[in-house]
């Protein structure tokens, strides 16, 4: 049995496989392990590729091809239930892996740390185009060890970066199927088990690209399918952490208003803007009637200065007619 399952999507990366490939069969390691790929039905040489490696690696290379396009959630499926390593690295077909020392690492870390589901690295993200660095991530100095309240919060685990232990979830649950993301809910469920351990190098890169499934959409599509993700999240985990998605929601549906606003899509304004509001509201505690009061004070200061300075204004003036009156 081998000690790592790689495990790769693919859907029409001919331009992209064999970097990817390459970059798991040039890891210098001391176990064995597998590299387990998804075909869903591309259109252009991904398949032809495959076989090729396959034939050129047979110990190593598995190879399950759909003759339909079955979509993320039914070849996640699939290659998930395939892998038989004792951890699970992810790696998908347009993206590769820059160290060769990757894998070692992180087993050598989640075999040393027991009570950690998951194990990730820093990635480079770059523009495919002219191949020049848009930013590497997470931050420099993100904490070493984070855990699901975490990834509640924002996603920080780019997907060829990450390592799971094998076994703490044994399925894809059905409702993965509705969603247009599959990485972060998998991250989730993963960190639900154990604590996530964070290794401070860059061992990754990940393509922005015009065919890229989720980078190749705009911010409003993405938080709101980040939004459905979480309310799925919260069904399924029974409202365990409802405090916490409730909070991401709301900067959710903050940061589509803004942008509303700022490219003056004043449709995407009004439909989501009272949304926002009453999810804020409905958080009910004082904090979060604060965070409310900072955010509308955020639109008025930078969007509508003028009546901002009518109110500051008139706020004084009420301040001084009070301290007058004493």
């Known amino acids: 049995m081998p000690k790592v399952s790689v495990l790769m999507l693919v859907y029409n990366h001919d331009a992209f496989i ?39 690696y047979p110990n190593k290379l598995k190879i399950i091809s759909h003759t339909s396009n079955v979509g993320i959630y039914q070849n996640l499926l699939a290659v998930f239930q395939s892998c038989k390593g004792q951890y699970i690295a992810m790696l998908e077909g347009d993206d590769f892996w ?9 087993i050598d870390f ?36 984070s855990t699901v309240d975490d990834l509640l919060k924002h996603n920080f685990i780019q997907t060829c970066s990450v390592v799971y232990r094998n076994g703490l979830i044994k399925t894809i649950p059905e409702w993965f199927s509705s969603l247009k993301l599959a990485d972060w809910p998998l991250h989730i469920l993963h960190a639900e088990h154990g604590k996530i351990g964070y290794i401070n190098q860059i061992m ?77 509201i409905n958080r009910n505690k004082d904090y979060k009637i604060k965070m409310l009061r900072i955010k509308l004070k955020y639109f008025l200061k930078k969007y509508l200065p003028f009546l901002h300075n009518i109110i500051k204004y008139l706020k004084n003036k009420v301040v001084q007619l009070i301290i007058a009156m004493q």
């Open 18 to 56: 064999r970097q990817a490939l390459d970059s798991i069969l040039i890891q210098e390691v001391n176990f064995d392990y597998e590299i387990v790929v998804g075909d869903d039905c591309s259109t252009d040489n991904s398949l032809s590729i495959l076989k090729e490696y396959a034939v050129k």
């Open 98 to 106: 820059t160290s060769s020392t990757k894998l070692q690492q992180q």
């Open 110 to 145: 989640l075999d040393k740390n027991p009570d950690f589901s998951i194990c990730f690295h820093r990635v480079s993200v770059f523009n495919n185009q002219n191949s020049k660095l848009i930013y590497n991530f997470p931050k420099k100095n993100y904490k070493l060890i």
């Open 204 to 280: 990754g890169a990940y393509r922005v690209h015009g065919k890229g499934v989720w980078s190749g959409n705009n911010l409003t599509y993405r938080n709101t399918e980040v939004i459905k993700m979480l309310e799925a999240i919260n069904l399924h985990t029974k409202q365990k952490y409802i405090d916490i998605i409730n909070a991401t929601i709301t900067n959710l549906y903050f940061d589509i208003v803004r942008l509303a606003i700022d490219t003056k899509n004043w449709n995407n304004f009004t439909n989501y803007f009272e949304t926002f509001v009453c999810r804020s």
